[in-house]
């Protein structure tokens, strides 16, 4: 009877799978890379732009990284055939708040206009959101919002003392510009605040 003929060997599909639960995270905060990767001759796992050669891993496994700033992290593997393909990962890190903790006396109105004499407007923001100071007479407070440069303050609320007109002109004036907060800008130890249309309306001394 005529001989069967052997099949062909299959060879084994390569299975690789590499990911990053959160992909976006906070300064510091920490993500973790998870990989799984199999029929395959090697494995690495590195920081894009470093020597893969220092990270080699095995077919299976996690590793928690926490980071400063956005990084993409890569997956080299050698195939059987002595190949390579790569995958990427970019775990994304949010801007700080670097208004967090900080106090301010107002040096000036739009620009060119300074406070009244005897007058001392502060403001001071901090690390959960919360914005207060005094705008001349009386105290206020109410919260804040900060994504990258951008710069959200209010509603506020103040508290009910009377002073001088002039004064309490002022104080509505100021009230008034710091809840039109748009965008800011931290230039020489200033703290400088824009309105939606781009224009100075506030500006700092650090206090």
Do not use: K
């Amino acid at each position: 009877p005529p001989t069967a003929t052997p099949e062909p060997t299959a060879t084994a599909q390569p299975v690789m799978q590499f990911s990053a639960n959160p992909t976006t995270v906070e300064a510091g905060q920490c993500t973790t890379l998870a990989w799984n990767v199999q029929n395959v001759q090697a494995v690495w796992v590195y920081p894009q732009g470093a020597n893969y050669a220092d990270y080699p891993v095995t077919g299976q496994g996690v590793q928690v990284h926490c980071i400063d700033t956005t990084t993409t992290y890569e997956m080299r593997v050698q195939l059987s055939d002595g190949s390579t393909q790569t995958q990427q990962v970019t775990v994304t890190v949010n801007p700080g708040n670097p208004l967090a903790g900080t106090g301010w006396s107002l040096n000036s109105f739009e620009p060119g206009r300074v406070p009244l004499p005897n007058t001392t407007i502060t403001l001071a923001f901090d690390d959960s959101g919360a914005v207060s100071g005094n705008s001349g007479c009386n105290s206020y407070s109410g919260n804040y919002t900060v994504n990258g440069t951008s710069l959200s303050i209010g509603p506020l609320i103040s508290t009910q003392m009377a002073c001088e007109p002039d004064v309490m002109d002022q104080e509505q004036l100021y009230l008034s510009a710091l809840q039109g907060a748009a965008s800011f800008d931290l230039p020489g130890g200033q703290l400088v605040i824009f309105d939606a249309g781009g224009q100075e309306i506030l500006r700092y001394n650090g206090g």
